[in-house]
């Protein structure tokens, strides 16, 4: 068949290009905007600005993953309402030690999926006195999919970029909140523009299950697990997310001892990452088999990043 028109000539050469990170520009990051807090006094949690230590894969418009992350982690902290804590809050400093975008299109069902992946070390410091309180590692995994037509769409992998970019953030915020410095917390409020906004940007934790995700609250989670939507794979992975979220090292697994996985690629992703966050050998072992018949090779590259290194959650602090 001969393509004679420039613009369809373009299209089948993306079409070649599946898996390709897409057919023109970089991709640009944007940090969420939300709801500032309106707790009285807050306790404080500063992030320094972010330095760029490690290696980050992709081509990203100015300022670049360390400084988007920086702006979006200290929005959700400031949305957080944190109490308990030093007197004076705390200052923390990280390095972005990975970070990493997956995309692949499925031409067949006319979808994208995309993983995103963050991993920052952190010191925090009390901010009377600077003595270090916690050091350790924040780990995002977030998986995100949406519709893009034939693999042609740079809009559609920015929309996706913007979610998962604002789930890690957010989530890394938690973590570093809830169980590094162990301080309490609301959940935050994203704001969108407008309603095309908030369709297209939207992550996991703007679903109706993303506040008790954020939250890490586990007396949601055998609701959640009892209401999984079998028709809407979205809401799955959100419930499945709440799981994740409240999994960690040294917390009971509360999904059976055995994980049905689900059919759906990101509910899979969600699924896997709950286990990772849990680590232990018995989650360690279903990652193990699950890599053994995982075809999906985005998926793929979570178990085994999951597995080199452990697992990928955060113990709650014991100070």
Sequence with gaps: MRLADPLLSGAFACLLLLLATSCGGRLTLSAPNVTPTLAREPTRVDLDPIETRGLVEGDYAPPGPAAVLTAAMTQELAGRALTGG?????????????????????????????????????????TQDTTAVWRGELRGRVCEEGSNLLGTSTGAKQHLVDRALSDAAREMASDLALRALQLHAVPSTRVFADEG?????????????????????????????????VRDATLRAGAWNVVAMTAGPDDPWPAG?????????????????????HGGDAALAQLRRAADREGDRILLELLHDAIATGGTGLARSKR
């Excluded at 990975?98 to 010191?123: H, I, N, P, Q």
């Excluded at 001892?257 to 966050?277: C, N």
């Design 86 to 126: 030093e007197p004076g809050g705390y200052v923390v400093r990280c390095g972005l030690d990975r970070f990493a975008v997956r995309s692949e299109t499925r031409v067949a069902e006319g979808t994208e999926l995309m993983a995103l992946y963050a991993d920052l070390s952190c010191e925090a410091r009390r």
């Design 197 to 229: 906004q908030q369709q297209s940007s939207s992550g996991l934790d703007d679903t109706p299950w993303g506040p008790a995700a954020l939250e890490q609250n586990v007396a949601v989670v055998e609701r959640a697990l009892r209401t999984l939507d």
């Design 257 to 277: 001892e055995q994980l049905a996985l689900d059919s759906e690629p990101l509910v899979r992703f969600v699924q896997y990452k709950a286990l990772a966050r």
